[in-house]
T-cell receptor, first 116, second 115 residues
């Protein structure tokens, strides 16, 4: 079974600074997708960024980028120029390619605090 | 707003009771997923439906069941409720078969409290 581990229960960063959230995963599959979801206090789950395992290039979405290290099974999220609205729980998630007959496997989450 | 709607927003009930949570997917989406978020277990995938048929099962208890109707809305039925079933239940939808690359759009969730 796949597992996703987020070793940082909480992170704090000053507004406008850069922060990196860590995620590691365990799988025997070679093809899969990785995701970062944001859950603000409203509890809504919002997709931040995703990465296809077969792509070597790291995904970027505006201020959000990932560092995907397939051999190390590591998938970290970098948030540049942190803003107050970035304060939220961040969840790393995995989904195997397998014809879609599966759901997302989530990590336990990292609580990101933005200091003004 | 993701376009996925869930009702009710909050539900308070007693142990042993049965409840039904409802989800309407985004317009045009054929796949519906149910997830449970609790303090103990974190976010867990429960079950997926595609166009009315069950497609994948996760950590869903036997006391729980779901279905997807011809109009594509879905219901999650929770019976013989226990205190540990208190959680936030999310529905998500995606456009097609539910392939891995499809973005899952989450609803606002139903918060269930079992007393």
């Amino acid at each position: 079974a796949q597992t996703v581990t987020q070793s940082q229960p909480e992170m704090s960063v000053q507004e406008a600074e850069t922060v990196t959230l860590s995620c590691t995963y365990d799988t025997s599959e070679s093809d899969y997708y990785l995701f970062w979801y944001k859950q603000p206090p409203s509890r809504q789950m919002i997709l931040v960024i995703r990465q296809e395992a077969y792509k070597q290039q790291n995904a970027t979405e505006n201020r959000f980028s990932v560092n995907f290290q397939k051999a190390a099974k590591s998938f970290s999220l970098k948030i540049s120029d942190s803003q107050l609205g970035d304060a939220a729980m961040y969840f790393c998630a995995y989904r195997r390619l397998n014809g879609g007959a599966d759901g997302l496997t989530f990590g336990k989450g990292t609580h990101l605090i933005i200091q003004p | 707003d993701s376009g996925v709607t869930q009702t009710p927003k909050h539900l308070i009930t007693a142990t042993g009771q049965r409840v039904t949570l409802r989800c309407s997917p985004r317009s045009g989406d054929l796949s519906v997923y149910w997830y449970q978020q609790s303090l103990d277990q974190g976010l867990q995938f429960l079950i997926q439906y595609y166009n009315g048929e069950e497609r994948a099962k996760g950590n869903i208890l036997e006391r729980f069941s779901a279905q997807q109707f011809p109009d594509l809305h879905s219901e999650l039925n929770l019976s013989s409720l226990e205190l540990g079933d208190s959680a936030l239940y999310f529905c998500a939808s995606s456009v097609g078969l539910g392939l891995a690359y499809e973005t899952q759009y989450f609803g606002p969730g139903t918060r269930l409290l079992v007393l």
